[in-house]
């Protein structure tokens, strides 16, 4: 194996340097006589350098050299060119939230729709009428959902106005619980 390293001291290096051309252009003055003149003539004139010198690299010391902080520079926010496209704002609509929900980031969901039925064991099912514009005709329609709704203590019958509330799923199909009463059935 070899005793020399990249890392020795003594190392040699070929150094070859490309020819330098030098570019001569000759001008003429252009009379304005509308007589024909030649193009301006460029000499190439090549200087030849040696070919190969032997060169003798040594290793300097290399010193640390300390970076300097770099400071940043504020950015300056560019003008706007070209139309300015304003998105649609979304109607606002007066949703109730329940006390209870104070500390959620984004509030639970509340309808209020009519008792269908109550025939299974601390469950309702509740009508809740949506009307929405028809996308093409323009017509108001009323759109009709049935929601399965936790009641925990069986106090509401059939015709009663109730108001629920959004919850997580507390079986295949219940995903709101009854949170008052609104109005009595006759």
């Given at each position: ?88 704002v979304a109607k606002e609509t007066s949703v109730a939230v329940a006390p209870t929900d104070e500390g959620r980031v984004n509030p639970r969901k509340v309808r ?51 108001r629920v509330q959004e919850t997580r799923p507390l079986s295949k199909l219940k995903r709101w619980r009854l949170t008052d009463v609104v109005e009595r059935a006759?």
């Open positions: 194996m070899s005793d020399i390293t990249n890392n020795e001291e003594n190392a040699e290096v070929e150094v070859t340097e490309a020819p330098v051309a030098e570019v001569v252009v000759d001008e003429t003055p252009a009379s304005d006589e509308g007589e024909v003149t030649e193009a301006p003539v460029a000499e190439v004139v090549v200087d030849e350098a040696p070919a190969s010198e032997e060169v003798e690299v040594t290793e300097a010391a290399v010193t640390p050299v300390a970076a300097e902080p770099v400071v940043a520079e504020p950015v300056v926010a560019e003008e706007r060119k070209g139309p300015v496209i304003k998105s649609p209020e729709g009519i008792v269908v039925s109550n025939k299974m064991d601390m469950t309702l099912v509740v009508a809740v009428n949506e009307r929405v514009r028809h996308p093409r005709y323009g017509k108001t329609v009323q759109r009709t959902k049935k929601l399965y709704v936790h009641d925990e203590n069986n106090d509401a019958k059939v015709g009663d106005r109730v006759r």
